[in-house]
């Protein structure tokens, strides 16, 4: 079994900061890439970053300057620190990751896995 596990959401002020973390646990063999999207009800789910193994990474537009994504690949941990926070952000964000699967030491099946989302909440 390989889980996603999204924390570190919560109410803050517009122009504050929150440090959203993604831990991923399981037999793993590698992961490939780790993504964070947002989603809004009724609208659709927006890529905001991506990093990957190598620790390259790419922002939605709208983000950049602002947000930043990191990993501790020994941990399986993914990062996004978002910064100077807008009320229009007020989103459930949700990590996903592009993993193989461990089975004993060998790379067993590719897999698409999500977290179930934190609430980020911004006040104006």
């Known amino acids: 079994q390989v889980q996603l596990v999204e924390s570190g959401g919560g109410l803050v002020q517009a122009g504050g900061s929150l440090r959203l973390s993604c831990a991923a646990s399981g037999s793993i063999f590698s992961i490939y890439s780790m993504e964070w999207y947002r989603q809004a009800p009724g609208k659709q789910r927006e890529l905001v970053a991506h990093?990957?193994?190598?620790?390259?990474?790419n922002y939605a537009d709208s983000v950049k300057g602002r947000f930043t994504i990191s990993r501790d690949n020994a941990k399986n941990t993914m990062y996004l620190q978002m910064n100077s926070l807008k009320p229009e952000e007020t989103d459930v964000y949700y990590c996903?990751?592009?993993?193989?699967?461990?089975?004993?030491?060998?790379?067993?099946?590719?897999?698409?896995?999500w977290g179930q989302g934190t609430l980020v909440t911004v006040s104006s």
């Open positions: 996903q990751a592009d993993l193989v699967v461990a089975v004993t030491t060998a790379p067993g099946r590719s897999l698409e896995v």
């Open positions: 990093i990957t193994s190598g620790g390259r990474t």
